[in-house]
């Protein structure tokens, strides 16, 4: 008998996180690797926001905090969710967590019984499926295709409800695809879920502030008010305030589910980092003009990427409306053999001879749960980018 619970055979680790690791991995033995697999802004946490967290330091605010968060970041948090999505909530309603990771973590732990299911659209972010099933959920998949621009439709959710569903997990704009829904498209959804009323929301909006040109960002309860009761809304300063490492998201919804959440970090992790806490307030609450600025930055890298893309033989590159992720089809080009004598059958091996051939590290789309696709991070320098995608236009011209 092992000392590993049997449970955690259904849980497979994080391929983005494999993906990074056999980068650095191949630069560490002096291989010349482009990176283009790690879902984090390339820019730097404004000096407002890290001046306020030695602040903090100094101050000494060093201590346990509340469980679910100081009140002024809560309040904040309030504020932000009012300014921003036009929705009301007291900051009992309110948990800040250790990255928005841990929001989705507590939710499925504080409400999945075995065998409740969890509708989530296909290609996902990586954690979503591992997380459901590591609270003894099950998750089930509906396809968002390449041909619908990777959303999924009224039709498509409402059959994939049964009596058991407990969650609907929803993430526009998208990782792994960039996708995101208009107002129109997210209205569809939210009408067929207000026909179900035992079935809840859990909005992921990390990358609410990613969105191009002129496309509007909204949420599921700002879209239909009829859901507010039965949604948990997401969000988190990770990328649009680019603080991965400082390891603070958050979340709003019914005090019910509020308070069974609040059970689970308090017997967990308690609250995130107190200093953590107050650089979230001023990231919240100062100056947002930074993030139109970056805003446009992302969105030239994703025209040249996409337009580069495209010009490579056999790969076909829809173009996203936000995040920083593209998610284009290698499907043209299976079934092809590389220089040194592969047979091209999977996504997996498209990416596996690209980074050996060409060294560029992109993640397979069966990882997302839809292939044969592979993800590029666009959040890297123009420079890298162009070189990387001339790489990948010279591996693609090399297939025979
Ligand atoms: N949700 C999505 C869709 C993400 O892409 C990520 C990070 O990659 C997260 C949640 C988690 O964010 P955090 O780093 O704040 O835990």
Partial sequence: MGIVAKGLSRVKPSATIAVSQKARELKGAGRDVIGLGAGEPDFDTPDNIKQAAVEAINRGETKYTDVPGILPLREAICAKFKRENGLDYEPSQVIATTGGKQVLYNAFAATLDPGDEVIIPAPYWVSYPDMVLLNGGEPVFVEATIENNFKITGEQLEAAITPKTKWFLFNSPSNPSGAAYSRDELKELTDVLMKYPDVWVL??????????????????????????????????????????????????????????????????????????????????????????????????????????????????????????????????????????????????????????????????????????????????????????????????????
């Fill in 203 to 400: 909005t992921d909006d990390m990358y609410e502030h990613l969105c191009y040109g002129d496309f509007e960002f909204v949420t599921p309860a700002q879209v239909e008010p009829g859901l507010y009761d039965r949604t948990l809304t997401m969000n988190g300063v990770s990328k649009a305030y680019a603080m991965t490492g400082w390891r603070l998201g958050y979340c709003a919804g019914p005090p019910e589910l509020i308070k069974a959440m609040n059970l689970v970090q308090g017997q967990s992790t308690s609250g995130t980092c107190s200093i953590t806490q107050w650089a979230g307030i001023e990231a919240l609450n100062g100056p947002q003009d930074f993030i139109g600025e970056r805003r446009k930055e992302f969105e030239a890298r994703r025209d040249l990427v996409v337009s580069m893309l495209n010009q490579a033989t056999g790969i076909d590159c829809p173009k996203p409306e936000g995040a920083f992720y593209v998610y284009p089809s290698c499907k043209d080009l299976l079934g092809k053999t590389t220089e040194s004598g592969k047979v091209l059958e999977t996504d997996e091996d498209f990416v596996t001879a690209l980074l050996e051939q060409e060294g560029v590290a992109v993640v397979h789309g069966s990882a997302f749960g839809l292939g044969p696709n592979f993800r590029i991070s666009y959040a890297t320098s123009t420079e890298a980018l162009t070189a990387a995608c001339e790489r990948i236009q010279k591996f693609c011209a090399s297939l025979k």
